[in-house]
C-alpha cells in the first residue's frame, strides 16, 4: 500500500506538474517548477492530502483543480502579453514568473526584437534592471525544481547572443551584464557548476533531459558551459576590478572543471546542433580568463575598490604574491598609488582604465615627470608579462607623446606669467631640452553664444595677422593650420584673489570667413563639460582671459586612438599572443586564417593575364609559384607574399624601395574580395595618411574592385568622390518611415530641443544684467501676487503705476529705484535671506529700496543657481542623447558598410569610429606602409572579431613620428614609441616575414647602393636596365663635394640652410629643364626644412614650384612659413588639390620624411651638412638616408660635404660603404660633370654657380650651334642649346634679304626688318612733297594717307588771334576757335594768368557761339604763396584752400649739425655755444640758436682766399670761394647784381678796385663789402642790412653810424616775425652769422607754429575719438533719456576710456619736451654762467610755448575720467578726483588769463556731477545736496564773467544746464511727495499717477476716486482754491504733466 501511495503521490505530482507546465509553457515533472498550482506548492514544500479511501472524490477534486489552474495560467499569460507589464512587476521568488520572463525574452530574441529587448531591459525607469537583479540573486537548484537550467541558463543564453552583445546601444547592453555582478550570483553559479560536475557520468541523465516545448533549455554540458562563459567574459570585460572577486575567481575555476568534464566524457547527450565555432570562442575565453587570474596573483596592489562604479559586494580579495623587484621599483617609480610618495596628480593611477584620456589641469601644471614605462620585456614594470602590460605601456607612452607639448607649454606660461614677462608677447617657445614648442597667444577672449554643448568665442587678432587685409587673411586661414577643427587649444585668466584657472577645449568648427575679421570667430567645446558653467562666467567677468593654440599636433583625433586602446585593455584579442614580446615559440606559431578554414581552393583568375580562365589554388596543397608567375606580372617574392599572405592570420611584407609591395597589397585585396563570402567581408584597409589611403583605394577600383567606401572626409581624389560615405548616404535609399529612421530623426530633434535649452541657460549665465522676461517666472513662483502687481503695473488696492512707454511695466518702475550699492550690501550679507519670506507677502509697491534690494537679490541668486542647474542636468542630457544618436548613426551607416567589399580608413578615423567597426566586425584587416605608423594606431584597429591582420611596410624606412624627441628611439632613453609595430614584430617577436626582393624603380648604378648596404638580395629588373642615360650629364649617379659651410651654425637651431648648395641647384635644375624634362620629372630632396624655405625662394624665381601639404603643415609648426616666403605662398594658387597635370609643370621640392613611397625620374638632394664639428645631424639615420637614396629613377645627384660624412663620429656605416662605391665608380668629385648633347666630346666640369651662366647658359656648350634655320637659312646664332634642336621657335636676328617686289613696293625697297619679323609694308623713308609744296620724309607705303603738318599762320576770327596750325587743317577747312593755340593769360581769380590754350579758354569763349560752353578751367600754376617758414607753396593753386604743410627740406642748419627732416616737421633748436665771434666785437655767449646778443661789425675781413687776394667779405664770417673774388671772379658771379639799391652788377661795382694796385683794401674806395648768401647770390652789405632791417634789432649811433646796443625781441600780441628770403631766388636766408638774431628769433617762431600745428593737430584727433566713444555709450545706456536699458556697453569702449589718461600723459610729456622751451632754459643758463644783466632777457627774448595746449590735453584727460564713471559705480573718490582734475584746470586757466577755458573747466563740472548724480557715485542724499550747491555756485560765477566778457555761446550753454541741474533736486521732491501721498490716496479709487494737479502757486495736489474736480477746497500750502465742480477745475489750476513726467522717471 506504501508502495502504491507513493508511486501515485509521484504520478499525481507529476501530472500536476505537467498540466501546470502547459498551462505555464514549460512545467516539468515534480511541480513542474512551480508551473502550475499544483506545482506551485509542491515546489513549495506543499503536499495534497490525498483520500485512498474515495479515489473518485479525488479525481473529481484533482479535476476540478486542474481546471482552475489552467485558468489561472491562461489569465496569467493574457495578463503579461507584453514584456513591459511583466517588467512591472517583482517575482519575490515566484518561478513561474521567472519562467515567463524567461520565454518572453526568448520570443524577443527568436523575432530579432533585439533593440526592444535591450532597451526595455537596459532602461531605469521599465523596471528590467530590477527583475534582472531578482534572477542573479535568486538561489538556484541543479536538481529537484532544476532551476537553473530552467530559468538562470536560458536568460544568460539569450542575453549573451552575439546579436545583444554587439548592439549599438551599448550603454543599455553594459547595465544589462554588470546586473549579474554580485556575489550571490557567482556563488550560486558556482556551486550549480560544480554539482553539474559532480553529478556528471552519474546515473542521472534527467538534468539535461529535453522537454516538450522548452526549446531554450541546455541539453548538454555546451549548453550551460557557453553562456556562462559568454558572461563572465562580458563582466570582466566591463569591470576588470572583477577579477579580484574570490567568488568570481571560484566561478571561472568551476567552469574550467566543466570544461574538463566535458573534455573527458563520452557522453551522447551533446546537442548536434551547437556550433564548433561557439565551443571555440568560449573555450579561448575561459583560456583568458585563467591566465589573467594568474596575473592577478602578480600584480602588486588590488585596484581599489572606489573605482569602482557597478561593484555591490567585492567578496575577499584575492592573495597576491609581487615580486620584491617590482615592489621596489613600484614604490620609488610606479604609478599613482603604488608610488610611496602618492599619486603625481588627479589623474595618476596604476592602471589606465581610471585615467583619463583628456588631460586635466593639475597633471598639465604637474612639475614632477610622469609615469613612463620602458618599451622593453626586460624593464621593470608593475605589470607581470602579457598584452595588458604591452597596451599601458603604449598607451602612457602615446597619451604623453599627445598631451607632452601641451604640458611643456602651459608649464612654461605659468613660469612666464608668474615673473611678469609676457606682457606684448605674442609668439613664445617652450622646450624641456629635447623638444621645441612654438605656442601662440591670443588675448581678449570672450564667449558670445552657445551652440548646443559648443560654445562661439572670439579673441583679439595676432598683431602680424591684423596688419594684412582682408583677402590676405582669408587666404593665411585657409592655409594655416593652426586653430584648425580637432585641435586643442588652452584658455587661461585670473580672478580677483585667485590663481590663474586653466581650461582645455579642442576647435570644433573654424571658418576662414569669420576667421578674417579683427575678432575671428571659433566654434569650441571644452575637453570637461562639467566646467561650462565656469567658463560662460569666467568669460563674462574676467577681462584678461587669453587662449593659446600651437601648431604642433594636439590633434581631438589622438584621443580616440587613447580610448581604443583602453578599450582593449582587459579584453581577450584573438591575435594578442603573436604581438607581444617575451612569448615561446610555440605561442609564436601563426595559425591559418579562421574564416579561411572552411575554404580550400582560392581562384586567382582576377590577378592573372587571361581573367576569363580559372586559376584555382589549393591552400592545403602545394602553391603553384612558377604556373602563377607566368600566368600574372608577380615576381617570385611578390607570389610568396601572397601566399604567406593567405596562409597567416598574422602576415608581414617587407618590401624594399621599388619592390611594388603596395601592388602585391592591392592583388591580395582582389583575391579576397573574389572568393572570400560576403559574410567574411567588408575588408578593412588602413593607411595612415590620407594621402596614400587614396591612391591605395584608387588602384582598387583600377583594378575592377568598385563596390568600396572610404570613410573620411579628408580625401582630395576626384575618383573617390562618389564612394564617400557621406555622399553615399545622401544618395542612399532608405526609408523614411522606417522605425530605425523614425527613432533616427526623432533623437536628432530630441537632441536639438537639449541644445537650444542649453543656449538659453548660457544666455542667462553670459548676461550681466537680468530683465523681466528672466524674473518673471520665478517671481510668479515665488509670489504669485507680487508678480501680478509687478507685470501689471498695479498695487493691491488698484492704483497703476504708469510707464513712461507703452512697453514699460511696472517691473521697469520697480527696479530702478533701488540703488546698486544697496544690492551689494545685501550681497555682502550672509543673513540677507532671512526674513524673505515675511517679505514675499508685502505689496512689491510698500517695499522700501532695502527691502527691494533683498528680494531682488534673492530672485537672482534663484534665477543663476536654477540656470547652472539646469545647464548641467541638460548637459548630462545632452551628452546622453549624443551618445545614442551617434549609436543610431553607426547603425545606419553600418547597414550600407556591410554591402560593400572594402572599407577604406585612416587609422585615426579607425580609432574615432571604434563603435562603427565594433558593429561591422571587420575580419580582415589589410595595413599600407605600416612601418611608418605607430604601433597605438594599430592596435586600435583590433578588436575581438579581428582574424586576419596584414601589415605591409619597410622597416629600414622611415620610422613614426614622435611630437616628444626623447621618447624615439634615436634619443637611446629606452622609450622607442616610434618603433612601429611591423619592426618590433620583425626585430624582437620573431615573426616569420616575406621580403620582396624584385626592384622596378632605380637604375642599377643607384640601386647598388641600397643593396650593398641595406638588402643584399636585391634584384634589378630587366626593365630598369633600359633606362636611358641622364641627359646633359656624364653619369647616372654623382655626389659633388665641397667645404662650403652652412649658413647656421648654431647646433640648437633646428633650421639648418646651405646658401652654396642652394644656388648650386637652382643653376642645376635649370640647366636639366633646358636638357628636355619637364618640371614634374625633377624632384629636389633635402632632410631639413629651412633648406626647403630657401630651395623654394631661389626655385620660384626661375620655374612653379610645388610643395606638398604635409611639408606646409611642417612649416608652419615650426613657424618657418612667414615673411617673404608666405608672400610667395599668396602668389601661388591657393588651390588644395593638385592633380597630376599641374604636378608635371611644377618642379617637386619636399623634405625626405615626406616623400616616402614616391619616385622622379631625376632626383637632387641637398645634404645641406657642413661645420667644422662634424656634425651630421639627420644624416646620421639610416632610414632617412635609405629613402633618401632610394627615390630615383634615372639620375641621382648630391650635393654635400662627403669628407665629414666620413670622419663624423656620428657617422652610420651606410655612407662610408656609398661613398666607397661612389670612388669604385668614378662618381664623386668636387665639380659636376656635364657632357654636350650635340658634341658628346664637348665636356664641361662646373665648380661654381656662376659658371653655368658662363659656359652652359643655353644647356649646351660654348660652341656655337651653326645649325641651318630651316625658315631661312641663316645659321642659328645661339651657343649650342639642347632645346629645341629643330629649330622651330628660333628667331634668326640677321637683316631680312628680300627685296620687295613692284607690286608691294613702287620702287622695289628692300626689307629693312629681322629676319623673323615679318615684312609687312615697306617702311622705307622717302623724301615725299604733297600738292601744298612743303617736302617732307615719310614712309614709303604711307604716301598716300600723308597728312602735312607743316605749321602755318592762319588768322581765327572770332578770337582775333593768328595762330600756328597743321598746313593739312588749313587745306581742308576744319580749324574753328576751338583750335586756336595762343596762351589766354587772362587773369584768374587766383590772380594767376590762365595758362590754357585760347581754344581750350572759357574766358575767350565767344558769347554768339550757339555750341555748349566747357567748364570752368582750373588754374594750373604752382601756388607760391609764401608759407611761414620762408618756403612758398608748391602745390597746384588752391584758392579756396589753405597750404598744406610744407614738405619741402627744412633748411635749418648751422656749425654744428643739420635738420634733415620735412620742413612741416618741428626741429630741435641747437643748444651749442654760438660760433659767431670777431677781434673787434668779440663772440656772443648764448647758445647757438637763441638770439645773438653780440653786436655786429661792419668792417672788411682781413683774411686772403686762397687764390692769394683779400677776401671781399665782412668781419666774423666765413670767408667765400675764389669764385667771388674781385679779380678771379667767374663771369656768371660777375654778372649778378649785388646792389639791388642802385642796380649795379659785381663787375660794375668792383671795376674801380680792379683797375687799382692788386689787393688794395676796399676802404680806399669807400666800397662796402659783400655777403654771400647759401643760395649764391651776393650782395652788399648795405643793401643786406637794409633788407633785413637790422635797426630794428640793434641801436645805432646815428652820428658815427656805429653799432651801440641791443634792441628788445618783444612783439605785440598776436604779431610775430616773419623769414626774410633773397630777393633774386627767393629761398630762405639762413646761415649769415651777421644775421643771426633776427634768423633765430624767426626761426624759433617757426618752430614754435610747427610744435603748434602738430600739436594741436594730435588733440583733435584726441577729440574727435573721445566724441565717438561717448556717442556710442550714450547710444548704449541712454542716459537718463529712455534709451534701450538692455544695450550693453561696448566693451571696447570701457578700454578706450581707460586708455585717454595714459595717451595723455604722453602728449603732455611731450608738451614739456617743447624745443622752444629747452632752448629759454638753455639761454637763461648761459646768460647766469657769463654774469650777463638780468635785463638781457628782454633783450635776447625766447618766447615759452602756448599753455593753453596743455590746458586742452589736460582737460581731455578729465572728461574721459568723468566718461569713466559709468563703469565705476558707487565709487565717490573717483568722482573727487575727477572734479579736483577740472578745478586745477580752472584755476590754471585763469593764471594764464584763458577765460573761456577757465568757463569751459566749470561747465565740464556741472556734467560731470549730473553723471556722478545719475550713476550713484555719492555716499548720501545729503553729501550729493552740498555738492550740487557748490557746482551751481561755480556755474553762477562763471555765467557772470561770461557775460562780463562777451562770450556769448558760453553764456548760453551755461544758462542751458543750470535748469538741469535744479530739475534734479525737483525729482527728489517728487519722489517724497509720491511716497508721502501714496498711502493718503489708497483707499480711494481711481489710479493714482492719473489725476494730479497743480494750485495757482504751483503746489501738488492730487484728486480720488475717478478723478474730476467735483469741490473746492483751500491748498495747505499757500491758501490759494484748489479743485472746482463739475469735473472743471478752479481757475488757475492746471494738470501737473511735469509732476507726472518726473515720477515716470523714478
Known sequence: TTQSMDSQKKETNQRGGGRGGRGGRGGSGDGGGGGGRGGRE????????????????????????????????????????????????????????????????????????????????????????????????????????????????????????????????????????????????????????????????????????????????????????????RLVSKIYSLHRAAIANELFAKLVMSLHYLYDCEINSQSQTVNKDSSDDMWREARSELKFLITKLEDEKQTLAPIPASHSKFAEKQGTPIEKKPHPVLMQYAMEYGPGELRAQGPRHDNDNSSIEFIKTQPTESELLCEDGPYLPRNSIDYPHHLPPGFDRHLDIQFRLFRYDVIGPLSMIVQDYSKRLKKNSVAGGTRWTATDGYTSIHYFIYNNVAATRSKGSELVITFQQAPNILKKNEKQRQIYWDRSKRLETGSVISFCWKNAGCPVTWQFAKVVYRDSKMMKDDRPQLNISLLNPDLLNEFVEAAKSSKGMVMIASNSGFFESYFPVLDALKGLYGQMIPLSRLLIQGNSLENKAVGCPKYLDFIRYLDFSKITLNPSQSFRVDLRGPFPSDLLMRSSTLDATQIDAIRTCLTQELALVQGPPGTGKSYVGIQLARILVANVTQFDLPILCVCYTNHALDQFLEELIKNGINNLIRIGGRSKSKILEDKNLITILKAGDVDRFSKPKKRLNQCYWETKQTEIQIQEDIATLALEKLGWEHFKDEIQKTSPHMYTSLRSGED????????????????????????????????????????????????????????????????????????????????????????????????????????????????????????????????????????????????????????????????????????????????????????????????????????????????????????????????????VTTYPPVRGVASNLWFMTHSVHESNLNE??????????????????????????????????????????????????????????????????????????????FKESSTTFVTKDTLLNRIRISTVDNFQGEESEVIVISLVRSNPNNSIGFLKINNRVNVMLSRAKHGMYIFGNSSMLETSRHANTLWPVTLEYLRQKNAIGDYIPLVCQLHPKTNT?????????????????????????????????????????????????????????????????????????????????????????????????????????????????????????????????????????????????????????????????????????????????????????????????????????????????????????????????????????????????????????????????????????????????????????????????????????????????????????????????????????????????????NLMELEKFYEKDQNSGKWTGLKPLTLPSGAQYSAKTCPNCRKPIAGIQRYGRQINRVMIDVTERKFALSFKQEISALKDELQKVQNEVNEAISIKKGGDSKKEVPSKDKKKIMSFNQRGDSLLKKFREHPVRKTYEATVARLKQNNLPHDMNDLIDVPVVDSTLSLEVQMLQADASALGLIFKKNQPQEYTKTFKKYELIKQSANDSKSYSTAIMAVLRIAKLFMIAYQFEQFESEDSSKIEKKRVLDLLDDAKNRAAKLQMDKLHEEIKAIIPQLIKLDRQELFREIFQALKGELSSKRGGFGAHWYKCPNGHYYGIGECGGAMQQSKCPECGATIGGGNHRLAEGNTEANDFLEAVQGL
Request: proline share 5%.
Open 1052 to 1129: 640648437e637651431s633646428q633650421s639648418k640652410t646651405n646658401a652654396y648648395e642652394v644656388d648650386l641647384i637652382k643653376e642645376f635644375v635649370r640647366y636639366l629643364l633646358l636638357q628636355g624634362y619637364k618640371p614634374g620629372e625633377v624632384t629636389v630632396l633635402t632632410p631639413y626644412l629651412g633648406q626647403l624655405v630657401e630651395l623654394r625662394s631661389a626655385l620660384s624665381k626661375t620655374t612653379e614650384v610645388f610643395v606638398d601639404d604635409r611639408d606646409l603643415e611642417e612649416l608652419e609648426k615650426n613657424d618657418l612659413d612667414a615673411g617673404e616666403e608666405e608672400q610667395i605662398q
Open 1245 to 1585: 666640369d662646373i665648380r661654381e654657380p656662376s659658371e653655368f651662366r658662363e659656359r652652359v647658359f643655353d644647356g649646351g656648350c660654348t660652341l656655337l650651334c651653326g645649325a641651318r634655320l630651316p625658315k631661312c637659312g641663316h645659321a642659328c646664332p645661339r651657343r649650342c642649346h639642347p632645346d629645341d634642336r629643330n629649330h622651330v621657335a628660333a628667331q634668326c636676328k640677321e637683316k631680312c634679304p628680300r627685296i620687295r617686289p613692284k607690286s608691294e613696293c613702287e620702287f622695289e625697297h628692300d626689307c629693312k626688318k629681322k629676319c623673323y619679323e615679318e615684312c609687312g609694308p615697306c617702311m622705307e623713308r622717302i623724301k615725299f612733297t604733297p600738292p601744298c609744296g612743303h617736302a617732307t620724309i615719310v614712309a614709303c607705303s604711307l604716301r598716300d594717307e600723308h597728312q602735312c603738318t607743316t605749321p602755318v599762320n592762319y588768322l581765327i576770327r572770332k578770337c582775333g588771334h593768328e595762330s600756328s596750325q597743321d598746313c593739312w587743317k588749313v587745306q581742308e577747312g576744319v580749324i574753328t576757335e576751338y583750335d586756336c593755340r595762343t596762351p589766354c593769360d587772362t587773369p584768374l581769380e587766383c590772380r594767376h594768368l590762365c595758362q590754357r590754350m585760347c581754344g581750350q579758354c572759357v574766358h575767350r569763349a565767344s558769347a554768339h557761339d550757339d555750341q555748349k560752353i566747357r567748364k570752368k578751367p582750373l588754374c594750373k600754376s604752382k601756388c607760391d604763396r609764401n608759407l611761414f617758414c620762408g618756403h612758398s607753396c608748391a602745390e597746384v593753386c588752391h584758392p579756396s584752400t589753405d597750404c598744406p604743410p610744407c614738405k619741402t627740406r627744412c633748411t635749418v642748419h648751422c656749425a654744428h649739425s643739420e635738420c634733415k627732416q620735412e620742413c612741416s616737421v618741428g626741429c630741435a633748436i641747437c643748444n651749442y655755444s654760438c660760433v659767431w665771434n670777431c677781434d673787434h666785437e668779440g663772440s656772443c655767449k648764448l647758445p647757438c640758436g637763441a638770439p645773438c646778443s653780440r653786436l655786429p661789425c661792419d668792417l672788411q675781413c682781413d683774411k686772403f682766399l686762397t687764390c692769394g687776394h683779400m677776401c671781399p667779405s665782412v668781419c666774423g664770417e666765413k670767408c667765400p670761394t675764389p669764385d667771388f673774388c674781385i679779380y678771379c671772379a667767374k663771369e656768371n658771379v660777375q654778372g649778378k647784381e649785388i646792389d639791388f639799391i642802385n642796380l649795379e652788377d659785381f663787375k660794375d661795382y668792383y671795376a674801380p678796385v680792379v683797375k687799382g694796385p692788386p689787393n688794395q683794401r676796399l676802404e680806399v674806395y669807400n666800397l662796402d663789402p659783400i655777403i654771400i648768401l647759401e643760395c649764391k647770390c651776393v650782395y652788399t652789405l648795405s643793401s643786406m642790412d
Open 42 to 229: 509542491r515546489a513549495r514544500g506543499i503536499d495534497f492530502k490525498i483520500k485512498s479511501k474515495f479515489p473518485k472524490e479525488h479525481k473529481e477534486h484533482k479535476e476540478r483543480r486542474d481546471k482552475k489552474d489552467r485558468k489561472e495560467n491562461a489569465f496569467r499569460d493574457n495578463r503579461y502579453s507584453h514584456l513591459d507589464e511583466l517588467l512591472r512587476v517583482p517575482f519575490d521568488g515566484d518561478v513561474s514568473l521567472m519562467l515567463i520572463f524567461s520565454r518572453k525574452i526568448s520570443e524577443l530574441v527568436e523575432n530579432k526584437h533585439y533593440e526592444l529587448l535591450i532597451s526595455s531591459l537596459g532602461d531605469f525607469e521599465k523596471g528590467g534592471l530590477n527583475r534582472l537583479n531578482e534572477i542573479a540573486r535568486f538561489v538556484t537548484e541543479v536538481d529537484g525544481p532544476k532551476t537553473f537550467q530552467k530559468v538562470t541558463i536560458p536568460i544568460i543564453k539569450n542575453l549573451t547572443r552575439p546579436a545583444l552583445y554587439e548592439s549599438t546601444l551599448k550603454q543599455e547592453v553594459d547595465r544589462i551584464y554588470l546586473k549579474f555582478e554580485s556575489s550571490d550570483f557567482f556563488e550560486n553559479s558556482s556551486r550549480c557548476v560544480q554539482k553539474i560536475v559532480d553529478t556528471k557520468g552519474t546515473a542521472s541523465n534527467l538534468i539535461f533531459q529535453k522537454e516538450h516545448n522548452a526549446v531554450d533549455y541546455p541539453t548538454s554540458i555546451r549548453d550551460v558551459f557557453v553562456p556562462l562563459v
Open 796 to 1023: 493691491r488696492e488698484g492704483y497703476s503705476t504708469k510707464g513712461r512707454n507703452k512697453k514699460e511695466k511696472g517691473w521697469d518702475l520697480w527696479v530702478p529705484i533701488m540703488r546698486n550699492r544697496e544690492v551689494r550690501d545685501v550681497r555682502k550679507d550672509k543673513n540677507s535671506f532671512s526674513n524673505v519670506n515675511e517679505l514675499l507677502n508685502k505689496d512689491p509697491w510698500h517695499c522700501n529700496q532695502s527691502e527691494r534690494a533683498q528680494l531682488y537679490h534673492f530672485w537672482h541668486t534663484r534665477i543663476i543657481e536654477g540656470a547652472r542647474n539646469r545647464l548641467k542636468s541638460n548637459m548630462l542630457q545632452h551628452s546622453r542623447q549624443k551618445t545614442e544618436l551617434e549609436h543610431l548613426q553607426a547603425e545606419e551607416r553600418v547597414n550600407f558598410l556591410k554591402k560593400a567589399h572594402v572599407v577604406g580608413m585612416t587609422t585615426s578615423g579607425v580609432a574615432k569610429n571604434q563603435k562603427l567597426i565594433h558593429r561591422l566586425q571587420p575580419k580582415v584587416i589589410i595595413c599600407e606602409e605600416a612601418a611608418e605608423v605607430l604601433e597605438p594606431h594599430i592596435l586600435a584597429c583590433l578588436s575581438k572579431s579581428t582574424q586576419h591582420l596584414i601589415l605591409i611596410g619597410d622597416h629600414l624606412q622611415l620610422r613614426p613620428k614622435c611630437e616628444v624627441y626623447h621618447l624615439s628611439a634615436d634619443s637611446k632613453k629606452g622609450y622607442d614609441l616610434d618603433i612601429s609595430l611591423f619592426e618590433r614584430l620583425v626585430t624582437q617577436c620573431r615573426i616569420p616575414i616575406t621580403t620582396l626582393e624584385t626592384q622596378r624603380r632605380m637604375h642599377p648604378s643607384i640601386s647598388e647602393i641600397v643593396r650593398r648596404c641595406l638588402y643584399p638580395r636585391l634584384k634589378d629588373s630587366p626593365s
